[in-house]
C-alpha cells in the first residue's frame, strides 16, 4: 500500500507514519529526517538544506525529488511505502508522479487536520532546533501558500481522506485504519 501523510508542521504525521508502517510492515519515508540526516553529515545537499529549515522555508524540489528517487528505488519500497512530509508543493507531486511506474499508484492521501493554534502550542514544546517561534511561522507561512493547494490536487483524483488530528494519538490511528481497511 502506498501513502501520503499530508498536514501542516506538527500535525502529528510522523507519528502517525510510524504506527502505520509498523502496522503494514512497509518503510516509512519522511522527508524531514532525510534532509535532516543530510544536514548532520554535512553532505551538499546538507549544505544547501540546512539554511532554509532553519528558516522555515522549503529545501528545493530538485534536491527533494532526487533524494526521494533515489530512496523509493530501493527494494524495501516494493511492497509499498509511507510518505511523510513529500509532496510539499504540486511540482512536487507532479515529480512524484513521474518517479512511481503504474504498479505503484498512491492510494491514499491521509490529511490530518488540526487548527493552528494548538499546534503552535506542540510545536513548541516539541523543541526541535526549527521549533522556534520564527521558523514555526514560516512553516506555516510556507504551508499555507505552497502545500495546501496539493489538496484539491488530490481531491479531484478521488484519494484524499481527511482525519481529525484534533484528537488522542490512538484515537487518530484509529480513524486512519478504519480509512485503508486494517
Ligand atoms: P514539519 O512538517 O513538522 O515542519 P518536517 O520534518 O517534515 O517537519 O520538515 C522539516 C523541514 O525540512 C521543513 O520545514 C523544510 O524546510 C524541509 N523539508 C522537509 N520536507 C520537504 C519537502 N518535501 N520539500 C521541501 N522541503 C522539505
Redesign the pocket.
Known sequence: MNIILFG????G??TQAVNICENLSIPHL????M??EAVASGSDIGKK?KE??ED??????EI?LSIVKERIAFKDCSNGFVL??????IN?ATGLDSLLDVSQKIEYVLRIKVDEEDILKR?IERGRS?DNPVTIKN?FK?YNSQTQPLIPFYENRKILFTINGMQEIEKVFEDIKKVIGL
Open positions: 501542516p508542521p506538527g500535525s504525521k510522523g519522511s522527508t524531514g529526517d534532509l535532516r538544506a532554509i529549515m522555515g522555508g522549503l529545501v528545493s524540489d527533494v511523510d512530509g513529500f509532496p510539499r508543493t512536487q510545536l526549527d512553516r510556507t
